[in-house]
């Protein structure tokens, strides 16, 4: 199928789409791998340069297990280079699980009878964000179901009223989400309730497969998925996400169409997506896939680093759909943010059985039930350092403006000190006697690193202002 040939509008915008499966199976198919041209374009993105479509299909058709093994340690450190080693956490919180689409892959499908529908009331939103609040979360993404009731209004209307919850000592103060396509004016009703990122994954960017897993509803129509990210950005959203699920279709052309996607960003709006995000297939209430695209573990960290490598500013991220063991090896390779005592269940974070989970309430099946401060003691182990920074979207550091920051490099600058900062807040409220000694050894040890390259009396001085009783200091 050649889809480039079709046009089509963005409101009043006229956009030729910018997919063509022709041509990126062709770039795919001529591919020569070679040990030089390998480490040429390896080294290209350790300059901190963005990869051609055909510099990432060779790395994509690279099977030399040497080879793959230069990919990945390539990837990890420009990871290192350019967002040092911390983890950002976060948790997603599902508001209401009403579809009316018919994905082959989505639990939440309008034809699974077994599904428990749910929308969460302002009162039970108060009661899930209190719960999370109180484990020490500061940033959430909002997941709703595609449904009439869902309206912009109504999605603004619960971002504002997650923001408005103080429990405790606790604040959520960076909301994103991820929701259904919008208008212009739908999608600047959201922007005004002040979220941080939009996010939405186009599923699989292969219009074949695209129709063959989704039968109904307003999904079914690949454009107006394809340029819902560019309508947000025409809104004024300049922090937008990207994703694909990994296992509809060949990885290896998701991968490239990712990057092709990425290519329409920044010639279109100067600005390339804020995340990224590769989900893996996961089992499902009523799931009904061919499982011939199922990606191996192996392809999977592969593709990770290649991603990394291909994209060298974007945030990425992995979720708990992914088990500790492969969510522990892919962090070395890219991953910049993850999700940490995630209950994907309506209603989980005030369930009392909140670790068992009941598919008939979830959109699918996830592999990591680890609690936060699990999370946040493995990271500290392993010498990641956690963070729960909102520094950049609350100084207006979005957008192009990011770019100017991340594209160089100079974000880690700016990435560390806040990482430390938000550390220290979460240990002082809410870390037990032991894990508060393993975090502030840790922030001993980070601040000596941080001291060799820039001034740290700033820092120093917020830390003794947080550890007096303020909350909320960051650069």
């Given amino acids: 199928m050649k889809y480039s040939t079709q046009n089509y509008r963005i409101e009043d915008k006229a956009m030729e789409s910018f997919i063509d499966a022709e041509e990126i199976w062709d770039f795919l198919n001529t591919a020569k791998p070679s040990e030089d041209r390998v480490r040429e374009i390896i080294q290209k993105s350790l300059d901190k340069n963005r990869l051609s479509l055909e510099e990432t299909a060779i790395l994509v058709q690279t099977t030399d297990a040497g080879l793959i093994e230069e990919i990945k340690q390539g990837a990890r450190k420009l990871k290192e280079t350019v967002y040092g080693d911390r983890i950002v956490l976060f948790a997603p919180l599902y ?3 009403y579809c009316t689409n018919n994905c082959q892959y989505c639990g939440f499908r309008v034809t699974n009878k077994k599904q428990q529908r749910i929308t969460l009331s302002k009162e039970q939103i108060v009661a899930q964000v209190s719960a999370l609040e109180d484990n020490g979360h500061k940033r959430l993404i909002l997941v709703y179901g595609e449904h009439p009731m869902y309206t912009p209004e109504f999605i603004a209307d619960s971002v504002r009223t997650v923001y408005s919850v103080k429990h405790g000592k606790g604040e959520i103060r960076r909301v994103n989400i991820n929701a259904a396509p919008m208008t212009i004016e739908g999608f600047k009703t959201v922007h005004e309730a002040g979220i941080g990122t939009y996010q939405i994954f186009q599923e699989t960017y292969h219009p074949e497969t695209y129709a063959k897993v989704h039968l109904g509803g307003n999904k079914r129509n690949f454009e107006n998925r394809l340029t819902s990210l560019d309508r947000a950005m025409e809104a004024g959203i300049d922090d937008v996400g990207i994703g694909a699920l990994f296992g509809l279709y060949d990885w290896r052309y998701e991968v490239l169409a ?14 390339g997506p804020h995340t990224i995000s590769f989900p893996r297939i996961k089992n499902a ?25 291909a994209v060298p500013y974007t945030g990425m991220i992995l979720t708990a759909r992914e088990p500790v063991s492969v969510r522990n090896e892919v962090l070395r390779f890219g991953v910049s943010q993850i999700d940490g005592g995630t209950n994907i269940q309506m209603e989980g974070y005030t369930n009392k059985n909140e670790q068992n989970q009941d598919l008939e309430m979830e959109q ?3 592999n990591d039930t680890r609690s936060l401060a699990e ?7 392993t010498d990641y350092l956690p963070s729960f920074c909102t520094a950049c979207y609350r100084l207006g550091r979005t957008g192009e403006h990011f770019m100017e920051f991340s594209v160089p490099g100079f974000i880690k600058r700016y990435c560390a000190p806040n990482a430390i900062l938000t550390l220290a807040e979460y240990l002082e409220d809410y870390a037990s006697a032991e894990q508060k000694q393993k975090g502030y050894a840790m922030i001993e040890r980070k ?5 060799k390259f820039q001034k740290t009396t700033q820092l120093e001085s917020k830390l003794e202002r947080l550890k007096q009783g303020e909350r909320d200091l960051y650069f």
Avoid at 375 to 381: A, H, R, S, Y
Avoid at 447 to 451: D, T
């Fill in 95 to 97: 508001i209401g699980n």
């Fill in 258 to 271: 990712l990057v092709r996607h990425v290519n329409h960003f920044e010639k279109v709006y100067n600005v």
């Fill in 285 to 309: 209430s009523e799931l009904n896939i061919d499982d011939k695209y199922l990606v191996s573990d192996d392809d999977f960290t592969k593709l990770v680093a290649i991603l990394r490598l």
């Fill in 364 to 366: 699918f099946e996830i």
């Fill in 375 to 381: 999370v946040i003691d493995e990271l500290i182990d």
């Fill in 447 to 451: 601040m000596l690193e941080l001291a």
